[in-house]
Nanobody
Framework: QVQLVESGGGLVQTGESLRLSCVQS????????MAWFRQAPGKEREFVAA????????TYADSVKGRFTISRDNAKNTVFLQMNSLKPEDTAVYYC?????????????????WGQGTQVTVSS
């Protein structure tokens, strides 16, 4: 079993920054990937960014490229999402997700474990 706990959400104004964290505990895997998804009210859950645990290869949604950065701290089993230049359309609940596969696929069904989510609200 894998447990994921997100933190770092909040209310900010347009153009400001937030840093989300996701701590993984439980079973460890030699190969895995972690991702961030988000879901706004009335919309489907959408892919934001992902990182492979080995070699730190990353993938981003077009809507966040150049503004968001995903990174990891292996020693702390933690993944971060640095969000800069936030826009009102970034408002959503952000979820951390984990899979024991190294292939990054930007679909929710690819990930076996999920955190509880953290709210990010960007005011205009």
């Amino acid at each position: 079993q894998v447990q994921l706990v997100e933190s770092g959400g909040g209310l900010v104004q347009t153009g400001e920054s937030l840093r989300l964290s996701c701590v993984q505990s439980g079973q460890t895997f030699s190969r895995s990937s972690m991702a961030w998804f988000r879901q706004a009210p009335g919309k489907e859950r959408e892919f934001v960014a992902a990182i492979r645990w080995t070699r730190s290869l990353t993938t981003y949604a077009d809507s966040v490229k150049g503004r968001f950065t995903i990174s990891r701290d292996n020693a702390k089993n933690t993944v971060f999402l640095q969000m800069n230049s936030l826009k009102p359309e970034d408002t959503a609940v952000y979820y951390c997700a984990f899979t024991d596969a190294e292939v990054i696929i930007p679909r929710p069904s690819h990930y076996e474990y999920w955190g509880q989510g953290t709210q990010v609200t960007v005011s205009s």
